[in-house]
Every structure is written in structure tokens, then in C-alpha cells.
């Protein structure tokens, strides 16, 4: 079946504009996570949405970061006002209900942001 | 968020059996230990998870250490596809996985 999908795959914008990336989870998944990597960087939690249930917000590196599931699909990462430590590839993953005992995350290719 | 410690780097030989350590000495009793491990220019992908007991499937062997501070990623016979970064991640009550640096693993022909 098909997987995670992302888009765009890369983005290049200018200092100070605000992008849009979007995740499409796998259907039937109700956990979706956003990821950011800097480049030669580990993955760097942002934001987890799990169902209904308000999204944990934790890892959002600022206020200029959002993001937003709706109806239980598909889900668009915001940035405003981009900065150029913002670059680095935003990834995606989608799993089954969290039973922590059976946990597999299926991750997207990934959007590669570039702010110039 | 509970802490993962693995060596930056890690060299092995193909077709011979290579060995991940990680440490994990403030795992709570209810922490899993996942392995995922990401590709060049790939996203990640799973590859076990464990609690307590060693664990084995068609990619990797997980050995736990008795008191759970520390855990093992076992390729039993690297392959030059195996090349990546692997990562040791504890999986708490939140739900969220912290991923670290990881260990970049080269195979050597």
C-alpha cells in the first residue's frame, strides 16, 4: 500500500516568508509526528498528534512553528517568518495507535527547506 | 526526556557480525528500547524494539542488558546495504521518540 508522502520534496523560500509543508499518513494511522534534522544532525522532535486528542506541542522551537491535522489525515506543518536556521528537512511519520509494546513509525521522504 | 548514549562511529567489515552499544542508564521500569536506523537520504526505519527480553527478528538481534541500563543492536552479517545511522531511542509515557545523533555504522568491503 502506499506509504507516507510529503510535499513538496524540496523548498527553497526567502528570509522572512511563511511556507506551508504537508504530510499524508498511511490511512488507518492515527499517530503523526513531525521531525526536523539540520544537516550531519539527529532528529529533533516537534509536534505529535495522536486521534482527537490535543496535539503535544513540546518540541516546537518557537511560536513562528504550527501545525494542524485535520479530520484525522492529513496534516500541514506551518512556519512563519522563515529564518535561515530554520533550514533543514522536515519529516513526517505516521504509526498505528501508540501500544508501546507493538511501535513502529513510518516515516516520509522528507521536504528539504532552504531559506536563502 | 530519558537519555541515550552510542559511540558517533562504527567500522565493520562485510559479511562479518557487527555490534551496537548503547547506554541507557536512566531507563525507567516502563521504558521500550527501540533501534530505528536512517539510509543516506532516506527517512527512517524501524528495525526492533524490546522491553526485558532479548528480541529477534529478520533484520537485527536486540540483547538487553539484566538491569536494562544498556542494550545491544546485533547485524549478524553486515551487508554493505547496512551502512546507515542507527539510532537507540526510549520510548516513555509521552509517546514521543527522542532520536539523538546516533551511530553511523560503515561497512568496509
Known amino acids: 500500500g502506499a506509504g507516507v508522502s510529503q510535499s513538496p520534496s524540496n523548498k527553497v523560500t526567502e528570509k522572512g516568508k511563511d511556507v506551508e509543508l504537508r504530510c499524508d499518513p498511511i490511512?488507518?494511522?492515527?499517530?503523526l509526528y513531525w521531525y526536523r534534522q539540520s544537516l550531519g544532525q539527529g532528529l529533533e522532535f516537534l509536534i505529535y498528534?495522536?486521534?482527537?486528542?490535543?496535539?503535544?506541542k513540546s518540541g516546537l522551537p518557537s511560536d513562528r512553528f504550527s501545525a494542524e491535522r485535520t479530520g484525522g489525515s492529513v496534516s500541514t506543518l506551518t512556519i512563519q517568518r522563515t529564518q535561515q536556521e530554520d533550514s533543514a528537512v522536515y519529516l513526517c511519520?505516521?504509526?498505528?495507535?501508540?501500544?508501546?509494546?507493538?511501535?513502529?513509525?513510518?516515516f516520509g521522504p522528507g521536504t528539504r527547506l532552504t531559506v536563502t | 526526556d530519558a537519555k541515550t548514549t552510542q559511540p558517533n562511529s562504527m567500522e565493520s567489515n562485510e559479511e562479518e557480525p557487527v555490534h551496537l552499544p548503547c547506554n541507557h542508564s536512566?531507563?525507567?521500569?516502563?521504558?521500550?528500547i527501540h533501534w530505528y536506523r536512517q539510509l543516506p537520504s532516506q527517512g527512517p526505519e524501524y528495525v526492533i524494539h524490546?522491553?526485558?527480553s532479548n528480541v529477534n527478528n529478520r533484520m537485527a538481534s536486540l540483547a538487553i542488558a539484566e538491569d536494562r541500563k544498556s542494550s545491544t543492536l546485533i547485524l549478524h552479517r553486515a551487508t554493505l546495504r547496512d551502512a546507515a545511522v542507527y539510532y537507540c531511542?526510549?520510548?516513555?509515557?509521552?509517546?514521543?521518540?527522542?532520536f539523538g545523533t546516533g551511530t553511523s555504522l560503515t561497512v568496509i568491503p
Open positions: 511519520a505516521s504509526s498505528q495507535p501508540p501500544w508501546r509494546d507493538s511501535y513502529e513509525q513510518y
Open positions: 490511512s488507518g494511522h492515527t499517530a
Open positions: 498528534f495522536q486521534g482527537n486528542s490535543a496535539p503535544d
Open positions: 536512566t531507563i525507567s521500569g516502563t521504558d521500550y
Open positions: 524490546g522491553l526485558t
Open positions: 531511542i526510549l520510548l516513555g509515557a509521552g509517546n514521543q521518540f527522542y
